[in-house]
């Protein structure tokens, strides 16, 4: 059981060029989310998927894109990376337990730098 | 405009002292509010949280005090120790949002 995944663990990209984020998580969650973190900003939502076949925009969705593959992959495209971008990006997965608790699960992370 | 305020930014503790992280919110539709924990290079997890209808949690050394009609909450680490060190985050979610508002973080660092 490897709970939530994410590929790769570090990227070094240019401006312009894109890439594609991986995360994988094996519990059988419905819901799945992107993150980025940057200093003093917390943890920024920038896309959800409340289940198979829906995705829904965050707090901050410009310049990324999403797709949930099946119930287990939700992947984030950068399709132009920007300085900006520069970040580490966690990827969370979450079942909604009535009355028990919500935990959202998070992946290790990938550290993007973008020259 | 963030949802969640959170406060201090850094808090430096002697081991055996008391760390107090604080967290305020607006949006009363907020009815779950979960603490994270995270250790450098790895991701968030969650350490404890409370429902609304209690106003206060205690899990070992940690406590979370919640007052719904100051729309604030804490959270309470008793005898700090060494490896309490990390960055914690609160958190709000309501029922029919289904994501999470995070607080911008506090690095805690507990001195021996």
């Known amino acids: 059981n490897a709970g939530v995944t994410q590929t790769p663990k570090f990227q070094v990209l240019k401006t312009g060029q894109s890439m594609t984020l991986q995360c994988a998580q094996d519990m059988n969650h419905n819901s799945m989310y992107w993150y980025r973190q940057d200093p003093g900003m917390g943890l920024r939502l920038i896309y959800y998927?409340?289940?198979?076949?829906?995705?829904d925009k965050g707090e901050v969705p410009n310049g990324y894109n999403v797709s949930r593959l099946n119930k287990r992959e939700f992947s984030l495209r950068l399709e132009s990376a920007a300085p900006s971008q520069t970040s580490v990006y966690f990827c969370?997965?979450?079942?909604?337990?009535?009355?028990?608790?919500?935990?959202?699960?998070f992946g290790p992370g990938t550290r993007l730098t973008v020259l | 405009q963030q949802q969640v305020k959170q406060s201090p930014q850094s808090l430096i503790v002697q081991k055996g002292g008391i760390s107090i992280i604080n967290c305020a919110y607006e949006n009363t539709a907020f009815d779950y509010f979960p603490w994270y924990q995270q250790f450098p290079g790895k991701g968030p997890a969650l350490l404890i949280a409370i429902r609304p209808d209690v106003s206060e949690k205690k899990e070992g050394r940690f406590t979370i005090s919640f007052n719904k009609s100051a729309k604030q909450f804490s959270l309470h680490i008793m005898d700090s120790q060494p490896g309490d060190s990390a960055t914690y985050f609160c958190a709000a979610e309501a029922s029919n949002f289904n994501k999470f508002y995070f607080g911008s973080g506090t690095k805690l660092n507990v001195k021996p």
């Open positions: 998927s409340a289940s198979e076949g829906t995705t």
């Open positions: 969370a997965s979450s079942e909604r337990l009535p009355i028990i608790r919500n935990e959202q699960f």
